[in-house]
Each structure stands twice: as C-alpha cells, then as structure tokens.
Nanobody, 115 residues
Framework: QVQLVESGGGSVQPGGSLRLSCAASGSISSTYAMGWYRQAPGKQRELVTVITTIGSPNYARSVKGRFTISRDNAQNTVYLQMNSLKPEDTAVYYC?????????WGQGTLVTVQE
C-alpha cells in the first residue's frame, strides 16, 4: 500500500502562482510514476502532468510552459509549481502514484483562480 499526502492549493487571482506537493509513503518501489490530475466541476478528470523515476515529465498542452513538476526522490515527493494561473485552471487537483502493481490517488486539493 502507498499513502499520498497532498498539500498546497487554495485561492489565487488570475496570473498568480501556487505550489502543490504530494508525499508518498509506504511500499515504494524503485520505479514508479507520480503526477497530477485535475477535475473541474462538471468535467472529467484529466491529466495535468506526470513524471517517472527514469524519464522526463509530460504535460498537458493547456499547462505547458506555465506548470512545472519536480521531484525529490529521497523524500518520494513531487511538487507542482503553477504559474500564470487562469480561471480555467480552477479544479480539484489529485496526486497520483503508479507502479507496476497498482495505482493510488490522493484525497485532492482545491485550486480556485478568480478575481
């Protein structure tokens, strides 16, 4: 089992920045992927970004150039730096962890971008 603890999120004005973090604990394998998905009201959950232990990150087209994912392998933690936020970035952001066996999800953290 893997447990995910998210932090960050909140409310910000358009153009502002927020940083999310997600720490994984438990049975962590040496190779895994971590990332962020989001779900806006009335919409399906969508990929924001994902990074693996051995590869480069992938980003959704809508956030490329504005969001940056980074990881601390020693702490099994990923961070999502979100800059130039737009109202359409408003959503619940979910941390995801996946290895060869299973997929795990965080509880979600709300990001609201509004005037």
């Amino acid at each position: 089992q893997v447990q995910l603890v998210e932090s960050g999120g909140g409310s910000v004005q358009p153009g502002g920045s927020l940083r999310l973090s997600c720490a994984a604990s438990g049975s962590i394998s040496s190779t895994y992927a971590m990332g962020w998905y989001r779900q806006a009201p009335g919409k399906q959950r969508e990929l924001v970004t994902v990074i693996t232990t051995i590869g480069s990150p992938n980003y959704a087209r809508s956030v490329k150039g504005r969001f940056t994912i980074s990881r601390d392998n020693a702490q099994n933690t990923v961070y999502l730096q979100m800059n130039s936020l737009k109202p359409e970035d408003t959503a619940v952001y979910y941390c995801m962890f996946a290895d060869s066996q299973s997929e795990y999800w965080g509880q979600g953290t709300l990001v609201t971008v509004q005037e």
